[in-house]
Structure formats: C-alpha cells, structure tokens
C-alpha cells in the first residue's frame, strides 16, 4: 500500500510559476514510476509526466514540454511537478499517480492515487 498526498496548487497569473509535490509513505517508494495527470473541466483525464524509478526516464505530453520539470527525491519519498510559464489551458486538478510500470503510467495506469490539487491560471 502507498499513500500518495499531493499539494502545491493555487492561483497564478499567466506566465507564472507553481511547484507541486507529491508525498509519499508506505511500501518502497523508490520501486515505483511516478506520475502527474490533470483533468480539467469538461475534459478527460490526462498524462502530464511521468518518471521512472531512478529518474534516468521522462515523459512529457507535448503540450508542457519545456515548461514543466518532473523530478523525485527517493530519500525524502516525494515526487515533484514544476510548471513554468503557466498557461490559462493548464488550468485543471492535478493528481499524482504510482505504478511499477514506467509505459504503464504514459497510458494512464496507476496502482495508487493521490488527491487532487486545483491549479487555476488566469490571463
């Protein structure tokens, strides 16, 4: 069992910033591919990024790329979202997810889930 926590969201004008994080505790977080998703209104649910285990691997939809960094610290169990020159279309609830399976979160796989975090971008 993982516990997944995830905070960090809020208000931001077009062009900011935000930093969200991703807490967790139970079972081995580090054998563990992590996840961002978002799903905004009206929309279904999709894949923001993801990395694997060690952080050798990334992905990124197209849409973020070059905007958003996802990273990890094993040792403190957190997984990190940070969203530059943030977009009034990235406004959505974001989760974290985990899987074991780094291919299995790109398509939208997760064994545990986060609560969501609200980020609101306005122009």
Known sequence: QVMLVGSGGGLV???GSLRLSCAASGRSFSSYAMGWFR????????????I???SSNTYYTDSVKGRFIISRDNANNTVYLQ???LKPEDTAVYSCAAHPVFNNIIRGAGDYWGQGTQVTVSS
């Open 13 to 15: 004008q077009a062009g």
């Open 39 to 50: 799903r905004a209104p009206g929309k279904e649910r999709e894949v923001v990024a993801v």
């Open 52 to 54: 694997g285990w060690q």
């Open 83 to 85: 969203m530059n020159n």
